[in-house]
């Protein structure tokens, strides 16, 4: 069925929101008002109605849905109150649905004539006999009401009863006739109604309608008059409905309480005053005027030439910005921009601002010929009227207070965007100072984010003051901590001056490879101490120290030769049979099962026992009693209970080993030495004694996705071929794709890592690097495969140690399935073969987006209309990079999907 006049539509905009506040919440919804009810008209919806309801509270959730439809005339109130949780009647309902799609125009004029045993209030006649007619009520399904007690229109609009003249209107008639034998999947489905099962999984199936607690669809549940505004303020994007009040265009400017409109290539003018409800398309909070911004695309509902709603539908500014390079001033508002070959001119309007360097207005015939300007256009309409021109070349001297953007240490500059807006970048020298309170900083030290007060002179950056309390890092050498944990010295790095500060309650440690650490795990040094970040909250407390390198040399598995406990002096012999003479003191971290204080120790330092020790000099900063050997297993002699391990050296070890080995592999529960094979790589853990072998860690590697982490446990759960597994991270070290340090919370849902692992001890984790763009050129029999990345960057990537090529569920072993203008995600799997995994292509219309999902119009009821985006999509028009907010309904667009997920956006 579809409906024939010209104020509908058959879209498929905010499906999937339409009735999930609808129908999920339950309940029903009047939305006329009380004089209605008793025969009042629609005139009732007076000024003084759509400028509060005295029961729709500041915040509330349906408040801007009510407010609009009030603004719009659809639902009204009475005696200044909405009623927003009294329950709906059918006559009601099919009032407002006759409003909501403007139809009043066609409501008869005469007695009107419905069915025999539908029976309604006077006042809502014309509007039933107007459903019935458009045939969003089926007349023969609805004549067989014979409740006695209650008449057909004061009945309660139930959740299936909303649910098939919602699908009705928006043309779905024929799609739920042929759904109608099909199964919902609700556990209630014998309970709704059988003439409406299809209309039910249509709106199932579109993504409109969801179900209540216990996947129950409670088909005679009620719906509010919240609820039903909700749902049909919500609708509107479905129909193109033209309400006669509404306007919808790009702010041209804001001044005064007046807002200036441009919509189809004129101006409209309204008033703005006390009474205006500001709200976004993308949120249910009410905003403030100071969040309109000038040149954004916006909905506005006026009443008498004021805007009483209005609705910021894209929060884009449609603004661009370039430079030239001044020339002259024509009459008539010319002016002339010398390109170098030959002059362009551009034409601006007296309302055009000119401003300095510092932002302040200047008249355009102080210009200077050869200046540099930036000019800042409006992109919404056909004259692209130019909104500011601003001088940017010439030496700058200036003092101001803006926000840091970005830094750029390696070309020494600072871009920051002052009170308009504006952004300019500044280059800093040895003697600019960077201060924070008190303290000199280091251009390092600063963040994107930091409000900052600046001096410029003659373009250089003279000062740079820190105007808020910031938290900020610090590297440096870590030099003392106080023995009562309250304040630790470090060295800058960069500097010769020492820094003390106090210590944050608790103070979040981070020593890869150790467990919970705690401060005696730091290790302080006036020469080569731990390398650290400290982090640094806005009362001058650490509150995190992250070690991130320890300048120390370590011994591995050293023999002892000898131990004097006088002068604690240990003679060792390193893995290349040199002697070592070891210095102990009272700072020497100790490690051993028996103890941590030397005392306790000495004993286990006796001549063959292996240690691993870490110097600085000869001076022993940490000695562990080895209790473990690493390498190959060789052989396994069953009969003599010996296993054979040579290490990285060559060496040969034999170790002993009884009925209580303990054998460890990822994966695998129970195992046993009969899983163990000659060539594993594996860690043995030695007795206390070091005498017989007490667990044997096989190492093995694999490749995982990350489900989630859990960093205050230690923990990361991944997943691979279909299995699920939480490793610990605590012994593990962390490195980004680059090989760079990094923490556990880094890792983030969806990301590729490669474990490396002890039995079932994690030691190393590193992300996958993942390369994603676009080929350019395919080499087949050179085993190259060149790719543009999306930060357009080319890249030839070499295949020779083999190569999967994964399209459309099929997989290739060479690359002569691959053609340029593909687009891949690479990778190498755990065996270094690299996996090329060709991008899904959808050619659409752009229907709307969030900022986690667009949304597109389909082709077949059966298409997927809605996708995930990439946090790093790519959008693009040629070679000019867009947003997603800069793309419009009905644009023609390419989207590229890698495992489902939007990773690139291209305009046609």
């Known amino acids: 069925m579809v409906l024939r006049h010209s104020k509908h539509i058959h879209s498929k905009k905010v499906v999937s929101a339409v009735m999930a506040g609808l129908i999920a919440l339950g309940g029903g919804a009047s939305a006329v008002s009380a004089n209605e009810t008793s025969g009042g008209t629609a005139a009732s919806t007076t000024q003084s109605s759509l400028r509060a309801f005295s029961d729709v509270a500041a915040g509330y959730w349906g408040e801007k849905y009510i407010y609009q439809l009030a ?72 004549s067989g009401y014979s409740d006695e007690k209650v008449i057909w229109g004061a009945q309660k609009a139930s ?35 059988p003439d409406r099962l299809g209309y039910v999984n249509v709106a199932v199936e579109l993504g409109l309608a969801q179900g209540v607690n216990g996947n129950k669809f409670d088909p005679q549940g009620a719906v509010t008059r919240a609820q039903l505004a909700t749902f049909f303020s919500r609708a509107q ?53 100071s969040d309109l911004k000038p040149y954004t695309k916006v909905v506005v509902v006026a009443n008498n030439g004021t805007a009483a709603y209005v609705e910021t539908t894209d929060p884009a500014q449609q603004v661009e910005r370039f430079e030239r390079t001044y020339a002259r001033l024509s009459p008539n508002h010319v002016i002339w921009f010398d390109t170098g070959s030959t002059f362009e001119e551009l034409s601006y309007d007296a309302n055009t601002l000119f401003l300095d360097q510092n932002g302040n207005k200047i008249d355009p015939k102080t210009l200077a010929a050869g200046s540099l300007l930036t000019i800042e256009r409006e992109t919404f309409s056909p004259q692209k009227r130019i909104v500011s021109i601003r001088v940017k070349s010439g030496l700058v001297n200036k003092s101001s207070e803006g926000v840091i953007t970005s830094i750029d240490t390696v070309n020494k500059t600072i871009t920051l965007k002052d009170s308009t807006g504006y952004e300019d970048t500044f280059a800093w020298d040895e003697k600019t100072v960077i201060r924070y309170q008190n303290q000199i900083l280091t251009p390092a030290e600063l963040k994107a984010g930091y409000t900052v007060k600046f001096s410029v002179e003659n373009s250089v950056l003279q000062s740079v003051e820190v105007a808020q309390s910031v938290e900020r890092t610090v590297q440096g050498m870590l030099y003392a901590v106080e023995e009562n944990g309250k304040t630790i010295t470090y060295k800058r790095n960069g500097s010769t001056q020492l820094e003390t500060k106090f210590l944050a309650d608790k103070p979040e440690i981070i020593v890869s490879g150790v467990a919970k650490p705690v401060l005696s795990d730091l290790l302080a040094d006036a020469v080569s101490g731990d390398k650290v970040l400290l982090t640094i909250n806005g009362e001058e407390q650490v509150t995190k120290i992250e070690v991130t390198g320890r300048q120390m040399e370590q011994l591995d598995a050293a023999t002892i030769v000898n131990y004097d406990p006088k002068t604690r002096w240990l003679t060792v012999r390193d893995a290349n049979n040199q002697p070592r003479v070891i210095i102990l003191d009272e700072k020497t971290k100790l490690e051993a099962s028996t103890g941590t204080t030397l005392d306790k120790v000495e004993p286990l330092l006796g001549a063959g026992r292996k240690v691993s020790v870490s110097v600085i000099g000869t001076r022993a900063l940490s000695l562990e009693v080895v209790y473990k050997v690493e390498g190959k297993v060789s052989s396994i002699n069953t009969s003599k209970k010996i296993i054979s391990i040579v290490d990285a050296n060559g060496k040969v070890e034999e170790i002993p080993y009884n009925t209580t080995l303990i054998v460890e592999i990822f994966g695998k529960s129970s195992a046993s030495l009969a899983d163990v094979r000659v060539g594993d790589e594996v860690s043995a853990q030695l007795s206390t004694n070091q005498d017989y072998l007490q667990t044997l860690k096989v190492k093995t590697a694999a490749q995982f996705e990350v489900v989630f982490t859990e960093p205050s446990k230690n923990r990361i759960r991944v997943k691979a071929n279909g299995t699920t597994s939480d490793i610990y991270t605590d012994k593990a070290t962390l490195t980004g794709e680059s090989g760079q340090a990094i923490l ?20 190393a984790i590193s992300e996958v690097k993942l390369t994603l763009g676009e080929i350019t ?4 029999s050179g085993n190259v495969v060149t790719v543009k990345d999306y930060a357009g960057n080319s890249q030839a ?61 389909r082709k077949s009821i059966n298409d997927n209309y809605r996708f995930a985006l990439s946090d790093k999509v790519f ?22 999907l890698n495992n489902g997920v939007v990773v690139e956006i291209v305009k046609q």
């Open 71 to 142: 603004a719009q005339g659809i639902v009204t109130g009475s005696s200044g109150k909405f009623r927003p949780n009294d329950p709906v009647t059918q006559q009601e309902a099919v009032t407002m649905a006759i409003r909501f799609l403007s139809m009043q125009d066609q409501l008869g004029s005469g007695a009107a004539t419905l069915p025999t045993n539908i029976k309604v209030n006077d006042y809502f006649t014309q509007y039933v006999q107007l459903a019935f007619q458009q045939n969003l009520l089926d007349k023969q399904k609805e």
């Open 159 to 193: 959740r299936e009863w909303v649910t098939e003249m919602l699908v009705r209107s928006i043309g779905r008639t024929a799609e739920a006739n042929a759904a109608k034998n099909n199964a919902t999947g609700f556990a209630d489905n014998a309970k709704i109604s």
């Open 237 to 289: 994007a479905y129909i193109d409905t033209k309400y006669a009040n509404q306007y919808e265009g790009y702010i041209a400017s804001l001044d005064n309480g007046k807002l200036e409109l441009y919509v189809d290539g004129k101006l409209q003018s309204f008033k703005l005053d006390a009474s205006t409800a500001y709200f976004t398309s993308d949120s249910a909070k009410r905003q403030q005027f």
């Open 744 to 763: 556990l919370a880094d890792l983030r849902p969806g990301t590729l890592v490669n474990i490396s692992l002890q039995g079932n001890t994690a030691v």
């Open 777 to 780: 050129n395919v080499d087949a």
């Open 797 to 857: 990537i070499g295949v020779s140690a083999g190569v999967k090529v994964v399209r459309n569920g099929s997989t290739a072993t060479n690359l002569s399935t691959l053609a340029a203008s593909d687009r891949v995600e690479i990778r190498k799997d755990i065996q270094g073969v690299t996996i090329i995994n060709v991008m899904e292509k959808l050619e659409r219309s752009f229907w709307q987006s969030s900022n986690s999902e667009i949304q597109v119009k």
């Open 875 to 896: 959008v693009h028009q040629g070679d000019t990079t867009l947003s997603v907010q800069s793309l419009k309904e009905n644009d023609n667009i390419v989207l590229y």
